[in-house]
């Protein structure tokens, strides 16, 4: 038996936890698979995502190094465990920590598009450092493994509607304040 | 007509596989992209070399007929401080080059007499060059402290001369034969008893022929200068013996047997001008860097072996 409340509820939840496992299986190629390869002067590497965090922080660059880190594996890993969070939250009708888990929602929509940083330098490094024989750098497979990981976040998280935390909430005389 | 409460169960079922199809479709996409990337790797082999200056990991190629073949993951020192091992990761394709008898050896600029080798390692760092083994497929290997003497080794015949002094002859010099470029010159060192230099010389397979058991060689290097009350006289093969030395021989009208592999033969400081004039008709297999074969039509013709 359903209300459309309830067909509204498992509709979004199972589009917003499809898309979130998406995004994680994602994630693995992205991480496993080069994302770079620079030539310069005929000294060539291939990076993947750490493997060039690594890098950075050897050349002495720890702040790029850091914010390459968040961007690029702490932001979508929090992204997805915060929603796999919500997701089993409202899959269990928890009425616990309401308020704080729509913060994380809004916290969430906020940092997901910040991840897409390292799409953009890399897009950026391959179209601007084109120098022949004396430099070029390469998009590889796992940019675009990394790209659709963080598409996908962006997506699972708009398929979230914060709405169904509080779905009983009107069913309920309850204050949600009280409730947290 | 169906009631509400009919409706939502059936539309719950399709709507649950139809998303689902996103992260199977990842699944698919993302381990199509992850075999593809690991369908290429070859085998991991290390090798030892006595020093690694300028191998480094993950930046520094092998490669073999000038195309990348594998990358270096880890340069480690040996345990017992005497030297290194470079692991490599070869590319699939060339997982045959790892059989045993490869041989490795670290390329770096160099600038001789016989040339300039690697040079292009000026800008790109070391490399590591291999040459394929023969044997069983194997995963250990010990580097050449240097560049072996010269590619293609394998073909041709070697014949060994006796001097009594080196001259200035040094390996890769040419060997003439009718100021043709017909062989190389490969090593040198002195003899047991150091009482003669023993100089190992490589003839090219087309032109094996042409030594006789009989045949004289003398020394072609450097330049001869002679001057007398009629003039001066400056010879010399070729303007790359000049500087590199270089060995002539020339074999006598009378027909001898052709001298096997390894044969020892006298290298004459000088040639003798009787030396010049044999003119014995060997047959030779044209080899494939001759002029223009319809160049060679007409009166040379029939010295040609269909």
Not at chain 1, 13 to 23: T, V
Not at chain 1, 35 to 61: E, P
Not at chain 2, 20 to 46: C, D, K, Q, S, Y
Not at chain 2, 273 to 286: A, N
């Amino acid at each position: 038996m359903m209300t459309r409340a309830a067909y509204l509820r498992t509709t979004h939840l199972s589009r917003a936890a499809a898309l979130a496992l998406a995004a994680a299986v994602m994630l693995v190629p992205a991480n496993v698979l080069p994302v770079l390869s620079t030539n310069t002067g005929g000294m060539a590497r291939t990076d993947t995502i750490m493997s060039g965090i690594v890098g950075l922080w050897h050349d002495g660059m720890w702040a790029i190094a850091a914010i390459v880190f968040a961007a690029s594996i702490l932001i979508p890993l929090l992204k997805l465990v915060g929603l796999a969070w919500l997701l089993i939250a409202v899959r269990r009708r928890s009425t616990h920590q309401r308020r704080g888990l729509t913060k994380l929602y809004n916290v969430l929509d906020l940092i997901g598009r910040w991840s897409m940083l390292d799409v953009f330098l890399v897009a950026f490094l391959a179209g601007a450092v084109q120098f022949g024989a004396l430099a070029t750098i390469e998009p590889r497979a796992g940019i675009v493994a990394f790209a659709a990981a963080v598409v996908l976040t962006v997506l699972a998280t708009d398929a979230f509607e914060p709405k169904l935390l509080w779905a009983d909430a009107a069913a309920r005389p309850r204050h949600p304040e009280v409730a947290s | 007509m169906s009631t509400a409460l009919d409706a939502p169960r059936i539309s719950r079922r399709h709507s649950l596989p139809l998303i689902w199809i996103v992260p199977l479709i990842a699944l698919a996409v993302g381990g199509w992209m992850v075999f593809r990337e690991f369908r290429h790797r070859g085998p991991e082999i290390t090798i030892e070399f006595p020093e690694g200056k300028g191998v480094e990991a993950r930046k520094t190629a092998v490669e073999y007929s000038g195309v990348t073949v594998g990358t270096v993951l880890a340069v480690d020192l040996k345990e017992d401080l005497n030297g290194v091992r470079v692991t490599v990761r070869l590319e699939k394709n060339a997982a045959s080059l790892a059989r045993e008898g490869a041989q490795f050896w670290i390329v770096h600029p160099e600038i001789g007499l016989t040339g300039v080798r690697g040079i292009e390692t000026l800008f790109t760092g070391a490399r590591i060059n291999v040459r394929p083994g023969k044997g069983e497929p194997a995963t250990e290997f010990r580097g050449l402290p240097k560049a072996p003497p010269l590619e293609n080794v394998d073909d041709g015949r070697a014949f060994v001369l006796q001097a009594d002094r080196l001259g200035s002859m040094s390996p890769g010099a040419p060997v003439f034969y009718r100021e043709v470029k017909v062989g190389v010159v490969e090593t040198s060192r002195l003899d047991h008893d150091a009482a003669s230099v023993l100089i190992r010389i490589r003839i090219k397979t087309p032109y094996i022929e042409l030594v006789r058991t009989h045949t004289r060689f003398w020394n072609a290097g450097g330049v001869s200068f002679k001057m007398n009350l009629l003039g001066a006289e400056v010879k010399s093969t070729s303007l790359e013996s000049l500087f590199t030395g270089g060995v002539a021989f020339a074999t006598p009208d009378a027909i001898a047997p052709a001298a096997p592999d390894g044969t020892l033969f006298t290298l004459h400081p000088e040639m003798d001008k009787d030396w010049l004039k044999w003119q014995p008709r060997i047959r030779i297999i044209p080899p494939d860097e001759a002029p223009d074969p319809t160049s060679l039509r007409g009166p040379l013709a029939p010295l040609v072996k269909p």
